[in-house]
Nanobody
Framework: QVQLVESGGGSVQAGGSLRLSCSAS????????MGWFRQDPGKKREAVAT???????KYADSAKGRFTISQDNAKRTLYLDMDILGPEDTAMYYC??????????????????????WGQGTQVTVSS
């Protein structure tokens, strides 16, 4: 079992920045991967970024060039640095984890069903 707790959300003006954190506790291993998703009310949850335990990362098109995913394995913390935020980035942001992230699951990272554990989310609101 893995428990995930997000923090760092808040309200910012367009053009601003935020850093989200996700603290993980419970089981861990060297082949896991973690990711960030977001969901606006009334919309489908969408993938934002993912990072493998070995350091490889991927981004959704909406995040490329503005968001950076990183991790501190010693602290078991996942981060999402978000820059040049716009109102379209307003959403609840969720941390997700998968224990064994084979190449198959790594390729399917944008699918919700691929992920085994989810946090409760942290709200990000960007005003224009």
């Amino acid at each position: 079992q893995v428990q995930l707790v997000e923090s760092g959300g808040g309200s910012v003006q367009a053009g601003g920045s935020l850093r989200l954190s996700c603290s993980a506790s419970g089981d861990s291993n060297s082949r896991s991967c973690m990711g960030w998703f977001r969901q606006d009310p009334g919309k489908k949850r969408e993938a934002v970024a993912t990072i493998h335990r070995d350091g490889r990362s991927k981004y959704a098109d909406s995040a490329k060039g503005r968001f950076t995913i990183s991790q501190d394995n010693a602290k078991r913390t996942l981060y999402l640095d978000m820059d040049i935020l716009g109102p379209e980035d307003t959403a609840m942001y969720y941390c997700a984890a998968r224990m064994y992230c084979s190449d198959f699951y790594w390729a399917e990272w944008q699918r919700e069903v691929m992920w085994e554990y989810w946090g409760q989310g942290t709200q990000v609101t960007v005003s224009s």
